[in-house]
């Protein structure tokens, strides 16, 4: 009996045939990245959701965008499907001696250090241990990724409150900086920020995605108050919207602690 990644990779395959899809016969490995993207952010939103369902036909369709890729691949005769699973698992079990050899470690800590040395082991070619981080990761996840690379090799504050007075530095910086500056003081402020939920074991680009839901969901409150009240949002001025903005967040606190 064929296995369900068999057959997954048999209709791909199909689809990409000359008598499969016109579609999916036109695809490239460049044309595919916006639809992985998509996929990730779509996965993520499942993840949130912590709907099972939701999480498995999002993860299945993360997983068609590498078959697709492979085949893509397949079809240059470069590399395959098994090719791809092979590679990572030879590196899994490279980058966890503690695991599958003799080895052992304390915490995830030291596992997140030892990764890092045989990683620069067998990429020998990167003069810098920020090499590799992609230029496309979101600004806030970039920032995060380069900053534990660079925690990676001891460039890092002992505790998190040097990260936090960094913070209210850089604050002061932003309150006196001359117009010409505020720009670089923002990008110092925020990458500051960003340091900190790191040291506090936080994902910045989470907390800020977090945030803006909550932001977003006490708008939508607001505007719904102001509805019920026969008032047009875009007509009030900024005192009685934010006589509704503390209703809704009061109801949204309410809420919460029920």
Known sequence: MISPVDRLRKIVAKLRSPDGCPWDREQTHQSLKPHLVEECYE????IDA???KELKEELGDLLLQVVLHSQLAAEATRFTLDDVATVIADKLVKRHPHVFGES???NSEA???QWEVIKRSEKQERRSVLDGIP???PALARAQKIQTKAASVGFDWNEADGALAKVREEL???ESAEEAYLEEELGDLLFAVVNFARKKKLDAEQLLNAATAKFAARFRAMERLAQDRGLEIGSLDLVEMDRLWDEAK?????NRKH
């Open 135 to 137: 230029r496309a990761l």
């Open 111 to 113: 596992v997140v250090r």
């Open 172 to 174: 002061r910086e932003v």
């Open 250 to 254: 009061a109801g949204g606190e309410l």
């Open 43 to 46: 996965l993520m939103d499942a």
């Open 50 to 52: 912590g709907d099972d």
């Open 104 to 106: 052992r470690l304390p």
